[in-house]
């Protein structure tokens, strides 16, 4: 049973650029979320899909886009790449919109991206 | 403001020695708290889930307690391995307008060494 997969783990950008990371949630959950997390920092909730719609946002600008696909997988695209944007961005996967309850919630092992 | 914080902010241990890790919440409402364990570089694993109801929850050589009347946990490592090097990371969930969030804290760095 594979986990929660994300695609690419490393990749270099330019500052103005447009990137794409995916993911495909651990199999039979339909909830998707989205952090980034700074070097030495906590991660930062940016957004969550459930039934192929955004249902949380976090303190993100619009710059940061999601798109959850009929077999739950989701895409995080962000635009107008800044050099603040270097992060890792991890992708979690759980069952509904409950992060709650005690359902445990995966996370993949993140796409490390760098903005230069 | 929902807000986790966490501490030590880093903690170096001999192998085979214990220790524990604090983490104080002011979110509310409160609806679970969780510890991941984040190796450098790697998404982070859950080690423990404890709901309102829950004081204490053990995972293996991990013991996580909660005190939801003065919102703190704790994390406990018995006989630490060269392997519990990471960051272990409280996490608190809470909710708004029907749907849950998770708050995270900045992490707790631990080193054991040899």
């Known amino acids: 049973d594979a986990g929660v997969t994300q695609s690419p783990t490393h990749l270099i950008k330019t500052r103005g650029q447009q990137v794409t990371l995916r993911c495909s949630p651990k199999?039979?959950?339909?909830?998707v979320s989205w952090y980034q997390q700074a070097l030495g920092q906590g991660p930062q909730f940016i957004f969550q899909?459930?039934?192929?719609?955004?249902?949380q946002r976090g303190n993100f600008p619009d710059r940061f886009s999601g798109h959850q696909f009929p077999n739950y997988s989701s895409e995080l695209n962000v635009n107008a790449l800044l050099l603040g944007d270097s992060a890792l961005y991890l992708c979690?996967?759980?069952?509904?919109?409950?992060?709650?309850?005690?359902?445990?919630?995966?996370f993949g092992e993140g796409s490390w991206l760098t903005v230069v | 403001k929902n807000q986790v914080e966490q501490s030590p902010q880093s903690l170096i241990i001999l192998e085979g020695k214990n220790c524990t890790l604090q983490c104080n919440y002011t979110v509310s409402p409160f609806s679970n708290l969780r510890w991941y364990k984040q190796d450098t570089g790697r998404g982070p694993v859950s080690l423990t889930i404890m709901t309102f109801s829950e004081n204490t929850k053990s995972n293996g050589r991990y013991t996580a307690t909660l005190d939801a009347d003065t919102k703190q946990s704790s994390l406990h490592i018995t006989a630490s391995q060269l392997s519990d090097s990471a960051s272990y990371i409280c996490v608190v969930s809470t909710s708004r307008d029907g749907y849950n969030k998770l708050i995270f804290g900045a992490g707790t760095r631990l080193a054991v060494h040899p």
């Open positions: 979690a996967s759980s069952s509904g919109t409950g992060q709650l309850s005690g359902n445990t919630i995966y």
């Open positions: 899909y459930y039934e192929e719609e955004e249902r």
């Open positions: 199999s039979g959950h339909d909830t």
